[in-house]
């Protein structure tokens, strides 16, 4: 016996999760979200035979970039702002994901994000990897002219590590199409000139006048729509009849509202950042998008009562779709929810504790990297139509869009059957299924 093997406690057997941890000497922190994705992944891997070099490549970014870059601020000072751009794997294609602004960002928050990219577009097939960004700021507390100053300072500060062919951002929480002409511009002035013409296809969710693609604003929530006309009714809910609520009313959430009930769904509640508001009668989706863009929120909207945060969950609804922030679903949440179906509008909404409570009590978990995927599916269209030089109908962008999510639902469920688990774990398994062979095919290089 040796040194090591003495010192080592109890090394895992090495199918768990727990063996790829220690020897990435990856201390795991329960709390940690980026643990917590990559733990449910390593279980998806293994059911579907992954081998050990391949579980180790997924276990980890190729690429973990931070930048320091400091910004002019209104009243004559400069602040110094974090950035970071996270390229999680790029077998399938270049990295591909949104670029968040939030006081909360985090390098391990947007690792996990991107490692919840790469199994998006995996499932969903598009030819893209899995990447993320940040910078830590407050957008709301910013002069529009400040945030101008940090996208193009950030862009800057990332322009050599990202390109339209490598890695290829886009809107994410705190960002917007605004926030994407500055980023576009901006990395076409950084480029040399005899390859400016193409670059704006550096960025996605650009506007439309800029080289946007019609119908991308509304892709998530469609998308999101499109899953649940494909996996409702075998649940026994009539989309056109349902009452729902909603965490967060930004840009999935709105959208989400506002086509659900434009179906004929009734709209019951919505949380977010200012308050609860419930009215069983139904919310009129558009006026409460007037109301949020005018005041930041939805508190205050007076066609509904305000009531408590927990009072929210326990709405008695058939759908919620949480589509705001991570972990905002944690077993106190779990305990409390009184829905048929939760479809996971936000990334990561729901913790492996909160989930447990929820399939316990026996509510359907339609998971995110399958419910959220329509954002960066219509993002891939906008690139394609950047790269050949046309322009797509809003009719072709639905159909389109339709195809990919209704497929991607379908995996999910045969993937279900398959390897007898749940959706969440079955959308990861129909992810990874296809990135295995790719490594198959290709081999590590050397
Ligand atoms: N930020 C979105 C997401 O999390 C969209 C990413 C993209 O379009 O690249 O899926």
């Known amino acids: 016996m040796n040194d090591s093997t003495t010192t080592a406690p109890h090394p895992s057997?090495?199918?768990?999760p727990s063996a790829v941890f220690e020897e990435l000497e990856i201390v795991r922190d329960p709390a940690n979200l980026f643990h917590q994705t990559i733990e449910q992944i390593l279980i998806a891997a293994e059911l579907i035979g992954m081998r050990h070099h391949q579980k180790i490549i997924i276990a980890q970014p190729k690429n973990e970039i931070m930048v320091h870059f400091p910004v002019l601020m209104d009243d004559g000072h400069h602040a110094l702002f974090k950035g970071y751009r996270v390229q999680h794997n790029n077998a399938l294609g270049p990295y591909k994901g949104g670029i968040r602004f939030h006081p909360h960002v985090s390098l391990d928050d947007v690792k996990s994000l991107a490692v919840l990219m790469t199994m998006k577009c995996s499932l969903v097939k598009v030819p893209f990897g899995g990447g993320k960004g940040g910078v830590k700021c407050n957008p709301r507390e910013l002069s529009s002219e400040e945030l101008k100053r940090v996208t193009r300072r950030f862009c800057t500060a990332i322009s050599n590590q990202i390109g339209p062919d490598y890695d290829i951002p886009a809107p994410d929480v705190g960002t917007n199409a605004q926030i994407m002409a500055w980023f576009a511009d901006t990395y076409q002035l950084m480029s040399p000139e005899h390859s400016r013409q193409d670059t704006h296809r550096v960025v996605t969710g650009k506007p439309v006048e800029m080289g946007g693609s019609v119908g991308r604003d509304k892709a998530t929530g469609q998308?999101?729509?499109d899953v649940l006309q494909e996996m409702l009714p075998e649940l026994g809910i009539d989309i056109h009849k349902c009452k729902f609520t909603l965490?967060?009313?930004?840009?999935?959430?709105?959208?989400?509202?506002?086509?659900?009930?434009e179906l004929g769904a009734t709209l019951v509640g919505v949380l977010d950042h200012t308050g609860a508001i419930h009215n069983d009668r139904g919310i009129d989706a558009e006026a409460l998008t007037e109301h949020v863009a005018q005041t930041g929120g939805v508190g205050g909207y007076d066609e509904a009562e305000s009531i408590s945060t927990d009072d929210f969950y326990g709405l008695h609804v058939d759908l919620l779709v949480p589509a705001a922030l991570e972990q905002m679903i944690t077993p106190k949440e779990a305990g409390l929810i009184n829905a048929k179906v939760v479809a996971e509008g936000a990334n990561a909404p729901t913790t492996p504790e909160g989930d447990a409570v929820l399939m316990q009590r026996g509510v359907e978990i339609l998971p995110a990297i399958l419910c959220n995927a329509g954002g960066v599916t219509v993002s891939y269209f906008e690139w394609v139509q950047n790269k050949s030089s046309t322009t797509w109908s809003a009719e072709k962008v639905d159909e389109e869009l339709n195809r990919?999510?209704?497929?991607?639902?379908?995996?999910?469920k045969v993937a279900r059957v398959k390897y007898e688990c749940d959706s969440r774990t079955a959308s990861y398994c129909a992810a990874l299924e296809q990135i295995k062979k790719?490594?198959?095919?290709?081999?590590v290089f050397p």
């Open 13 to 16: 057997p090495p199918h768990l």
């Open 223 to 225: 998308g999101l729509v």
């Open 247 to 261: 965490i967060g009313f930004g840009n999935v959430g709105g959208w989400t509202g506002r086509l659900l009930t």
């Open 404 to 412: 990919h999510m209704v497929l991607a639902a379908r995996r999910v």
């Open 438 to 443: 790719v490594y198959e095919l290709r081999g």
